[in-house]
């Protein structure tokens, strides 16, 4: 059943294919749809298109419906093209033709726009969240194990000595910079599109700013033409932040895939974390983090589809958008699930304690060697030449024991400055005042 349909039919074919999985998707929109119909409601009532009587009566079956829609057994009936239709069919059912003024003043393009904006806005939050958690395990760990050393690489070569400090704590500053890109596709998603109707605007008098008010949005999208062009926009905007966190995550497990290996043993896990092998019985298999870095590396490719999708677009809404959900939306489960998964695991990592004892690793000091002679007033040219001799004439000696002091080094993490640009930037987002205004449109 389409609310808007005429008298002719679509071609069953037609519909099947123009419809895909939005009815799948839609789902994840409900709740979402619901709140933008309060606050719509509640505008109408301002302007004298429905009576405070009908927008109190409108709005509380309106809360009634919403805390359906977050039941698991909510679904868009048999028949119903999409979950704008089905919350409205809702209330007819309900409210007979006072349910049929919800829609004036506004198209179904402002209000799946609408509803997509409400639904990113809300997982951003919860993807932050989950990266705040994972953010504080890096710091933790990196603060345990900041006197274990550990082979510092380039080109997979051996090169200075590091540490296991140093390794967590670089990944949990990585999230800073990822949650900063994560906070301004926020500020992009955290406009309201609402009252740019089909992207033209409405001849009726509709009080924009207070429906972005009631909504918790920082600001509006003004140009109605533009609030439809965002819609792409924004998305790919989220996806460049979900692809950074991704990165971050895929580095990091190929490095845990690397460490577990038996020609590094810098690390191990409980049994029951790996996995093994048909006919080997030796093996512990990193199977966790090589699925997380095969599904971030996918997700690292999400902003190029959608860029891809959106290519040579006209202004004005098109079809081709509602296939952007299909790749968006189920992208925050598989990023939250990543970043459960690696928690778990290095939650319970086990270090090993004496890496760099092992001879092989003798030349990781080699740069703290040419240091030491340059201290001693030898030119770094002269010392440098002077150290590789002795390499060569297999004459190198050298001490474990280091003496690192500038900032961010192997002595001096800096991991409570890296925590106070973490909640500086978490701050940012304001989730508080969003919750607190949704909270008011589903209980007063």
């Given at each position: ?16 294919f ?12 409900a709740p ?18 429905v ?19 977050l ?19 809702m ?8 349910g ?13 726009l ?9 997982e ?9 958690d ?46 900063v ?24 008098p ?80 990193p199977?966790?983090?090589e ?95 002077q ?11 050298y ?46």
């Amino acid at each position: 059943m389409k609310l808007w349909q005429k008298d002719v039919a679509s071609l069953k074919e037609v519909e099947t294919f123009t419809v895909g999985k939005d009815r799948e998707m839609d789902l994840l929109l409900a709740p979402f749809d619901v709140l933008g119909s309060i606050a719509h409601v509640t505008m109408l009532a301002t302007i004298g298109l429905v009576t405070n009587q009908e927008r109190d009566t409108l709005v509380q079956t309106l809360q009634t419906i919403h805390a359906q829609t977050l039941l698991p057994d909510f679904a868009i009936a048999e028949g119903i093209e999409d979950i704008h239709s089905q919350i409205e069919w809702m209330l007819t059912s309900q409210l007979g033709d006072m349910g049929k003024k919800i829609h004036a003043a506004r198209s179904r393009n402002d209000q799946v726009l609408l509803d997509i904006k409400l639904f990113l806005r809300a997982e951003i939050e919860q993807l932050a969240n989950h990266i705040l958690d994972f953010f504080q395990l890096l710091q933790a760990q990196s603060e345990t194990y900041k006197a274990v050393l550990l082979p510092g690489y380039t080109h997979l070569q051996l090169a200075m000595p590091s540490s296991f400090g140093l390794w967590f704590g670089a990944y949990a500053e990585s999230l800073v910079d990822d949650i900063v890109t994560l906070q301004a596709a926020y500020k992009v998603v955290n406009k309201n599109p609402l009252g740019s109707a089909a992207g033209y605007g409405s001849s009726f008098p509709i009080n924009r700013t207070f429906t972005t008010t009631l909504l918790g949005f920082d600001h509006l999208n003004y140009n109605v033409v533009y609030a439809q062009m965002g819609r792409g926009k924004a998305e790919r905007i989220t996806a460049q932040a979900l692809a950074n966190v991704a990165d971050t995550l895929a580095r990091m497990s190929m490095d845990m895939c690397l460490y577990l290996n038996q020609n590094f043993n810098f690390v191990s896990f409980p049994a029951e974390l790996t996995t093994g092998s048909s006919i080997m019985p030796h093996k512990k298999n990193p199977d966790v983090f090589e699925l997380i870095r095969s599904h971030c590396n996918r997700l690292k490719a999400l902003p190029n589809e959608i860029m891809m999708m959106t290519t040579n677009l006209p202004s004005g809404y098109h079809r081709d958008l509602q296939l952007l959900k299909e790749h968006l939306f189920p992208a925050f489960a598989t990023l939250n699930d990543c970043i459960k998964m690696a928690t778990l695991m290095l939650s319970n990592i086990q270090v090993q304690s004496d890496i760099v004892a092992d001879p092989k690793y003798q030349y990781l000091f080699s740069v703290e060697e040419v240091n030491k002679l340059v201290l001693q007033g030898i030119p770094f040219r002269d010392a440098y030449k002077q150290v590789g001799k002795s390499i060569e004439s297999n004459a190198f000696s050298y001490s474990t024991e280091l003496e690192h002091t500038h900032e961010g080094s192997i002595g001096n993490l800096c991991n409570k400055e890296i925590n106070a640009m973490m909640e500086e930037s978490f701050a940012m987002f304001g989730f508080q005042k969003v919750r607190s205004a949704l909270h008011k449109l589903v209980n007063n």
